[in-house]
């Protein structure tokens, strides 16, 4: 293969992602599909003419996606505040269904009932749990949960999140909530656990739902005594439970009952206890724990009767209850009929009548999904299509098929009880917000060969993947690691490292003969993290030059490179931390001129200097301004140092192919090697592509591991780069005292920075309180770690003390860290200085062991979410002014900063450099 000039490298062996369109907000998916094989789609419902069917416009591609009904768990559309219900009356049916409306008739066989969105409707009696006339403002009060932006974290490091409209925690964890409430209200619980589940749901003093093994109990707990009802057992495997609990304060009691009505327990409550605003808590101890649906509406105080027999329960307004074997409404007369066991009639004024319940105990409902509505109306039935903007669903609780607008919809909830498609672990596709397990299957007869075609689990339709799509797609746990690099083994068979690569992804060998398998054995390591075997002939200022058996003789420039090994090279992952950050950490006098390449011997010796060049013979290093010669039979690795300001993702999205509107894809192959390439389809099992400076490839999908779609390549070029990304030492005490040099400190160079501050509680230096990190949320912290025998910290108080006062009626307050003193030496320091901060004791020093003190004095600020937002170590005369912009920005911070993860890198220098700068 004859390749022209030297021009091709800029799309030749680093092939990128291309440039993504600006998404359109205005089209951006509002709802989440949830399968019950826990994949997660965005997107939105569309029409389809089919029963129990459900077709999903998903982000992932142009063509939607069909799914049968019993592959539904749940799909969310929770958009804005739910609607205020206004009808007077509220019509609750088999199966936990809610209807509001006008009503038109009551007989002893059915109740009419004229809704707002779905006209008239009738339920036979026999369907009817209560009748109950709307008290004025009997409204929703909230419905969701709609995202982690009103709940506040109980502890600094929670894992719940937010996962397409459920709250979701995998281990220990707390969230918490304030709602106000009414006296008399009802809250509706949908909760999904696994068998084993550890937690508690707390409202207020009000009443706890805690799990006792593998039971679940109502618990009113006071100083003098606990009432705990058990309620009902928690199922093996992961199941749904659904509760509702009526609070009636007036009346001192917390009822607990299922969907359907049927009461599982009843505790007592003080008379007239006080609710209006309760923090409702759920805490999560072990197992995956997911908080699906919760609702909170006013209740009249009437409780659905659970008589054995065939008649009603009539509750007046004024509480009074009497049985009836049928009831009837005179309209006209305004009255409400009923008979008793003796067939004797009565007529009670409908004014006064407050609610109908009727026994509902020993029915249960078959439908296979449920819809629950922003107006807090909720229907179960079978999905019988999607048309034109609604979803019609057949409710045989009135026996019709009810046109549902979409854009009402808070959630739908799959209830069938057929199993699942069976879903293997791998392959799974992994993009933002989107977990799809399938298959990448063949393109089909008349397909684009430019797309890649995706067969979800469950779906009974294959969808070409969107070009633009930034993805991985993983086809097995892990990759292997082997003892030593995979790309530069050779076998006793006498297969060469480029023989190996060719098969893997199904390249031609050339006529080169300017290679010889005597030669082979080193591989170039390149910004997109594609590996080339290759020979290295030279390496000079501008460019590295390189023969190869896959390609005649080229050359790549050196800022495409990210390191050259050879065969005998060890995996540099086996490194431990310590001596990974020893050789990544930058002295303070190199900071000007930092080492750009580090070259590792074949003993596994390191040295850092500036790579100069490299011939057949020599590698040519400068060496802190001196020039050394080292044999090149002794160097086996030459890393190129990440420095500030690179951005490996951006230079690789800035390289892109001639000529092709193919998606870009890396793949991971299971021996090590990645190619970047444009695919051309895939063939029994095969995905074909191009790659601009190698030609047709060919990778059988059983030898990879994995698949990199669109930006995801550049991101994972970016985090090869950030392992060898060169990090400032801490400076020495008498450079941060002198504030030499006197330009900005920004106080976000510490891995802390950006991350939740580590909580601790200890001793105030006056009295026997305690102070704890973790309950000043609200407030912006200023922690100053320091000792009485520190004179750079004694110089720095003031400083410190004179800024934040300047920020108090901003909620600013100053907390002192004292490292392992005595109170009396802390007491007198601060009188003779005369100052007085609240100062804690760091008896043991853990603490300072937690923010990573390692030289004093240390300035943390934290802001008011509770996390790290500068972190200053020493003082100077410039530290005021740095000291008082950093809180300015955070205290004009917006309530919700963007947190950014940052990778934790202990900045340690090296022994030898240390020594050197002493």
Known sequence: MTLGSH????????????????????????????????????????????????????????????????????????IGEPTAQTAPYCLELLGGDILYGDLVALTPEKITLKTEMFGEVAAPIQRVARLIRCQEGRDLIYSGPTGMEDW??????????????????????????????????????????????????????????????????????????????????????????????????????????????????????????????????????????????????????????ELAGDGAVVHSSSGESRAAKTVRLDSEAGQLVITNGQDATESLPWDGIAAITFPTAAKKSEATSRLNLRNGVRVSGDLRAVKEGALQLHVANVDATL??????????????????????????????????????????????????YWKPSGSLTIASLRPDLSARIRFRAALPQPKTDAANRTTTSGITASDRFRMAYGFAPTDSKNVSGANEGEVLTLVSGDSFVCRVQSIDENFVTFVSQLVEVKRVPRELVLGWHTSIATNLDTLNDDKRDRLLTLPRRQRDDPPTHMIESNRGDFLRGRLLGMNETSVIMEVRLEEKKIDRSVVRRIVWLGENGEDPESDINNLLPQNSNAPL??????????????????????????????????????????????????????????????????????????????????????????????????????????????????????????????????????????????????????????????????????????????????????????????????????????????????????????????????????????????????????????????
């Not at 939105?44 to 003419?49: A, E, G, P």
């Not at 918490?176 to 656990?193: A, D, G, M, N």
């Open 665 to 918: 894809v890396q793949a991971v192959h299971l021996d090590g090697f990645r190619l970047t390439f444009a695919s051309r389809g895939v063939v029994q099992g095969a995905i074909n592509g191009e790659c601009v400076s190698l030609g047709a490839c060919q990778i059988n999908l059983e030898d990879v591991y994995q698949l990199l779609l669109g930006k995801r390549i550049g991101e994972a070029a970016a985090e090869l780069a950030e392992a060898w990304k060169l990090k400032d030492a801490t400076d020495p005490l008498f450079a941060q005292d002198d504030g030499g040099g006197g330009g900005a400190n920004p106080g976000n160079s510490s891995s802390l920075v950006g991350n939740p501050a580590p909580d601790f509680t200890l001793d105030l230096l006056d009295g026997e309180d305690k102070f704890t990190l973790s309950k000043q949320q609200g407030s912006v912290v200023v922690l100053d770690f320091w000792a009485t025998w520190c004179g750079p910290c004694i110089q720095a108080m003031p400083q410190i003390d004179g800024v934040v006062k300047e920020f108090e009626d901003q909620g600013v307050k100053l907390i002192g860290v004292n490292m392992q003193e005595d109170r009396q030496s802390i007491k007198s320091l601060l009188e003779r200085i005369k100052l007085s901060p609240t100062v804690v004791l760091d008896i043991d020093g853990a603490t300072a062991e937690k923010y990573q003190v390692t030289a004093i004095p240390q300035t943390v600020i934290i802001d008011r979410q509770g996390k790290v937002a500068n972190l200053f170590v020493g003082g100077g005369p410039q530290f005021a002014g740095q000291l008082r912009e950093a809180l300015k920005k955070v205290v004009e911070a917006p309530a919700e900063p963007a947190a950014e993860e940052a990778e934790e890198i202990k900045e340690e220098a090296p022994a030898e450099e240390a020594a050197a700068e002493k």
């Open 152 to 305: 506040e974290l109980t502890e600094s490091s929670s894992p719940w999140k937010d996962d397409g409209g459920e709250l979701r925690v995998e281990e220990v964890g707390g969230i918490s909530r304030k709602f106000k409430l009414p006296q008399q209200f009802c809250l509706e619980l949908s909760l999904v656990v696994q068998d084993g589940a550890c937690f508690y749901l707390e409202l207020g003093d009000l009443f706890t739902l805690e799990t006792f093994g593998d039971k679940l109990a109502l618990v009113r707990e006071t100083s003098k005594a606990a009432d705990v009802v058990k309620l009902q057992s928690i199922p093996a495997g992961e199941s749904r439970l659904q509760l509702l609990a009526f609070v009636d304060s007036a009346e001192g009691t917390v009822t607990i009952s299922t969907l359907i009505g049927k009461v599982l327990g009843t505790v007592r409550l003080a008379a007239d206890s006080p609710v209006e605003e309760s923090t409702l808590t759920l805490k999560n101890y072990n197992k995956p724990l997911c908080l699906e649906q919760l609702r909170l509406r006013v209740w009249n105080g009437v409780l659905s009767s």
């Open 7 to 78: 021009s091709w490298i800029f799309v030749a062996l680093v092939i990128a992602a291309p440039a993504l369109a600006a998404p359109d907000e205005s089209a951006a998916p509002v709802s989440h599909l949830h399968l019950k094989n826990r994949d997660v789609y965005l997107g939105d419902l569309v029409d389809i003419d089919e029963p129990d069917m459900l077709r999903w416009q998903s982000a992932l591609s142009d063509q939607p996606l069909d799914f049968p009904v019993a592959e539904i768990n749940a799909v969310y559309r929770r």
């Open 403 to 452: 046109n549902v607008p979409i854009d009402q919809i808070d959630s739908l909830i799959g209830i069938s009880d057929e199993k699942a498609t069976a879903t293997n672990d791998y392959p799974v596709l992994e993009a933002e917000d989107e977990l799809s397990h399938g298959d990448l299957v063949d393109t089909p007869d008349g397909g684009d060969p430019n797309c890649l």
